[in-house]
Nanobody, 117 residues
Framework: QVQLVESGGGLVQPGGSLGLSCVASVSGFSITNMAWYRQAPGKERELVAA?????????GDSVKGRFAISRDNAKNTNTLYLQMNSLKPEDTAVYYCNALRIGRNYWGKGTLVTVSS
């Protein structure tokens, strides 16, 4: 089992920045891929950004050039980050952390990001 706990959500004005964190309960290199997804009201969950254990990244088209994913998978920690810049009202959503470990997907409970003036 892997527990994922997100933090860092909140209210931010358009054009502002916000950083999210996700801490996994499993340390070391057993987690292969980690990712951020988001779900806006009335819409399907979509990929925001993903990162493999080796550092390869993939971004959703709508966030390329504005968001940056990073990961700390040192021996005793497994933390995923998302730096969000130039935020737009359409970035408003619940952001979920995702981890793939030994063929199973795990999800956090999500953190709300609201972009509004």
């Amino acid at each position: 089992q892997v527990q994922l706990v997100e933090s860092g959500g909140g209210l931010v004005q358009p054009g502002g920045s916000l950083g999210l964190s996700c801490v996994a309960s499993v340390s070391g290199f057993s987690i292969t891929n980690m990712a951020w997804y988001r779900q806006a009201p009335g819409k399907e969950r979509e990929l925001v950004a993903a990162m493999t254990r080796d550092g390869n990244t993939n971004y959703g088209d709508s966030v390329k050039g504005r968001f940056a994913i990073s990961r700390d998978n040192a021996k005793n920690t497994n933390t995923l980050y998302l730096q969000m810049n130039s935020l737009k009202p359409e970035d408003t959503a619940v952001y979920y952390c995702n981890a793939l470990r030994i063929g199973r997907n795990y999800w956090g409970k999500g953190t709300l990001v609201t972009v509004s003036s």
